[in-house]
């Protein structure tokens, strides 16, 4: 880290939709920041990236970025099954990493990565889960924490995509979307998730008919507030994402994002977005920025943290599993080491 400046040389890997818009955002948006290298498997597109981010040096190999003396710090955005493996080289080198959600593919690769910070007895790790930073989920976790709606009792979450990956599948689903959702169940209850118990339906036969793009998850957790998550990827009409948490003194709930109300034509109209780089815009801003801040300030991340990344991936598991055997899931409980 250059200590004159207190500019972070970032590294980004995976140079696509998200971290396209993340190296765009940390060059145009971020104070204290700056992106150094870019890696992608399609050199072109690196290239791109790099060109945008005043000639960042380009890379062709990940491992090599992480190491580069230069880069103080990376952002994982390539393909989930990735991301544990960079993150546990990130922690070899002692590199803060924010890695796109999900931590990792499995509960156990995640695990691996606990053992590493724990190790190293520093958090280097932050997961993607930008709804911490979104303004209207912050207004919700905010109204619970100080109190006006009574003690939570029941989380709703709604999660829209417009139209799923051609050939994704019912686990897919769990791993891309759904832990978004299972994350923010945790995050506004403060509690961490029991059971699942998944159903669904298909409603679009050229996925498959195995496929279940819309999917209602039930969960119990383990102060004993309950929750219900709809995900829906083939809603076809916009990308919506909701939440209401429902307290004994009343509820807070998410309300809409779209900048104006249009009246016209013996009509009012509000557009919705279309996907979740329109509806998450400011908070990939403010989630760069506080990691930014972090790693200047402290040299720890504050935002989400590898347990999230971890327990997300284990409650996943179990949504998968509910929906092989058709049967509720029990998580095995799990003790949150004083670390996190
Ligand atoms: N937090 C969020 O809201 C959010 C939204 C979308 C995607 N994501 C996550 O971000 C990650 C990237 O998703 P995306 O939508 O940008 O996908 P994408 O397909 O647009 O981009 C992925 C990029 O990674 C590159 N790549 C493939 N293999 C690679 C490798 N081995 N090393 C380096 N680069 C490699 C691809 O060439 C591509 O450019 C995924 O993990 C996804 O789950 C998070």
Redesign the pocket.
Known sequence: MSKASQTIAVGV???????GRHARNLHEKIAGAKVVAV????GA?AQQVAAECDDAQVFTD?HQLIETATVDAVLI????R??AGFVLECLRQQKQVLC???LAVTAADAQQIIAAELKLGRKFVQV?F?RHYDPQHVGVKRAIETGKIGRPVLFKGWHRNIAPDPNTTSAEIVT?STI?DLDSARWLLGEEIEEVYVRGANTNPALGKDVWDLQIVQLTMSGGSLATIEVYVNATYGYEVGVEVVGTQGTALTGFTAPALIRNQLALTQTIEED?LQR?DLAYITELQQWINSIQHGGQPTGPNTWDGYTSLLAAEACIESIRSGQPQRLEAQARPAFY
């Open positions: 890997i995976g140079a696509g939709g998200m971290g890696m992608d498997a399609d597109r990940a955005a390539s393909p989930d990735t991301h796109e959600k999900p993607g930008m891309g978004h979740w998450f």
